[in-house]
């Protein structure tokens, strides 16, 4: 029979759910010396949250936003405790623009960085809607992270889920402009690759990464 495993919230307020987060940071850092930095997500798969709107006796009534910072304030201590220097990276999932927001002017900067995809109402990272200029939200936050210090690392995805989609590895011109895109950014540090690499498998998307990379001034017809 089909066993269905229902996914349930961290309450983020709850001492023993914030004991056990640093526990597990605690040994992670000190198992891996070598790791500088963590990435977080906050709305996905198992990373949900508490709805102020539910019947949670500590969440009920309290904004998100009232709630997260305090959270993630909590983790990169946690981390700064095990080793000065580190950064933890934050990747709000689902959240909406006002959210991220408030939660962006609460947090703690030192040693705090944001990921964001390229746009704010788009899950599939490929679709280039021209959204690094349309999508106010995603300039915002870039902007709202600049002005606290926060770096900003840009997500892009060269599979496009594969495989999920029929498309795959073609389209190396759609990498391109994403790299310039999040490279025109000011405030944007770095970049990271969504699902990751198979490099066993040739891609015309990884080969023009890795061209743009070493010669990200070179024009498009050079690196094609």
């Known amino acids: 029979f089909p066993v269905t495993i229902r996914v ?56 998100l936003h009232e709630r997260l910072p305090q959270f993630l304030n909590l983790l990169n201590d946690t981390m700064r405790s095990c080793r000065p220097g580190t950064t933890l990276w934050w990747t709000p999932w689902e959240l909406s623009k006002g959210q991220v927001g408030s939660i962006l002017a609460k947090v703690k900067a030192e040693g705090f960085g944001l990921a964001l995809n390229p746009s704010t109402s788009n899950e599939v990272y490929p679709f280039n809607d021209r959204s690094f200029y349309s999508d106010l939200g995603v300039r915002r936050f870039v902007q709202i992270a600049m002005e606290r210090n926060i770096p900003v690392m840009g997500e892009f995805d060269h599979t496009f889920y594969k495989p999920l989609y029929l498309m795959e590895d073609y389209f190396p011109r759609l990498i391109y402009e994403e790299m310039n895109g999040w490279r025109e950014m000011k405030g944007v540090v770095a970049i990271k690759e969504y699902y990751g690499f198979s490099p066993t498998t040739f891609s015309v998307n990884a080969a023009m990464l890795k061209a743009w990379v070493r010669t990200p001034d070179a024009p498009l017809k050079t690196l094609l």
Do not use: H
């Open 8 to 63: 349930r919230p961290a309450c983020i307020l709850d001492p023993e759910v914030q004991q056990k987060y640093q526990k597990l940071l605690k040994d992670f850092m000190v198992s891996f010396p070598e790791v500088n930095d963590v990435m977080v997500y906050t709305f996905d798969q198992q990373a949900w949250l508490c709805s102020e709107y539910g019947p949670c006796p500590r969440c009920s009534g309290i904004p």
